[in-house]
């Protein structure tokens, strides 16, 4: 069973666009989402992270929205850059960790 | 040399070796972590170190053996892998030994079994 369910798949954005990855998990005890990026040969590196106790968190162009009630998170890139073009993943902690499967982002110019 | 460091980067092997990952972390942290990085999967955790105690081992098979000596090395011994054991390895380093802090990774080590 998947703890956490990350959408989707893969997502292509424009230049200057949104890009918007959701996140979903089953069990309560969870207190800590951190999103990952990871660019090809290297390790995830922390983007962002969030804790049940707020609703939004932002850092600079990254945004963590959260719903405890719905338990799903997601992650919001404004003005999208082909830098950015990366494999996105989100993770859920507490007296566990799991991450997603992944979103591989592709910003075209 | 700063952040998580692992060596080496690539790794080929027979089913039949014996080889070893490396993992040495340069941020003054103390808990380590082994993870799995399988194509398609999400990244599994492996095993999980604190103050050089092995505080989790997520029903992982007998043919990886961690190592922890300290709080800033961490090795994964291996021995008769199968093919399915192909995978991308990587080490990570946390401030504290509990799965609701910052981690910090490595650029991994990609094994391939023949």
């Known amino acids: 069973q998947q703890q956490v369910k990350q959408s989707p798949q893969s997502l292509i954005v424009q230049k200057g666009g949104i890009s918007i990855i959701n996140c979903a998990y089953e069990?309560?005890?969870?207190?800590?989402f951190p999103w990952y990026q990871q660019f090809p040969g290297k390790g995830p590196a922390l983007l962002i992270a969030?804790?049940?106790?707020?609703s939004e968190k932002k850092e600079g162009r990254f945004t963590i929205s959260f719903n405890k009630s719905a338990k799903q998170f997601s992650l919001h890139i404004m003005d999208s850059q082909p830098g950015d073009s990366a494999t996105y993943f989100c993770?859920?902690?507490?007296?566990?960790?799991?991450f997603g499967t992944g979103t591989s982002l592709t910003v075209i110019p | 040399e700063t952040g998580v460091t692992q060596t080496p980067r690539h790794l080929v092997m027979g089913m039949t070796n014996k080889k070893s990952l490396k993992c040495e972390q340069h941020?003054?942290?103390?808990?380590m972590y082994w993870y799995k990085q399988s194509a398609k999967k999400p990244l599994e955790l492996m095993f999980v170190?604190?103050?050089?105690?092995?505080?989790e081992n997520n029903s992982v098979p007998s043919r990886f053996s961690p190592e922890c000596p300290n709080s800033s090395h961490l090795f994964l011994h291996l021995h008769t892998l199968q093919p399915e054991d192909s995978a991308l390895y990587l080490c990570?380093?946390?401030?504290?030994?509990?799965?609701?802090?910052?981690?910090?990774f490595g650029d991994g080590t990609r094994l391939s079994i023949l």
């Open positions: 069990n309560t005890a969870f207190d800590y």
């Open positions: 990570a380093s946390s401030q504290g030994g509990v799965l609701n802090q910052p981690q910090h």
């Open positions: 170190y604190n103050f050089k105690e092995q505080t």
């Open positions: 993770a859920a902690g507490g007296n566990q960790f799991y």
């Open positions: 969030i804790r049940p106790d707020v």
């Open positions: 941020l003054g942290h103390n808990a």
